[in-house]
């Protein structure tokens, strides 16, 4: 069984490819049309087990 991490796997996902392409968190919210506050929240929030 795979322990919490406490971080999402899309967070790291989205994370590690910025970084891979050599882009700010900025960068990436330009780019999408989004908030770069968004883009932290997605990087570094928190995953939710489903408690199911």
Same mark, same amino acid.
């Given at each position: 069984?795979? =322990?919490?991490?406490?971080?999402?796997?899309?967070?790291?996902?989205?994370?590690?490819?910025?970084? %891979?392409? /050599?882009?700010? +968190? =900025?960068?990436?919210?330009?780019?999408?049309?989004?908030?770069?506050?968004?883009?932290?929240?997605? %990087?570094? /929030?928190?995953? +939710?087990?489903?408690?199911?």
């Amino acid at each position: 069984m795979a =322990e919490f991490s406490g971080r999402s796997d899309l967070g790291r996902r989205v994370a590690a490819r910025r970084t %891979e392409l /050599g882009l700010s +968190r =900025e960068d990436v919210a330009l780019r999408a049309g989004s908030a770069e506050s968004y883009i932290a929240y997605v %990087e570094e /929030g928190e995953a +939710r087990p489903d408690g199911g």
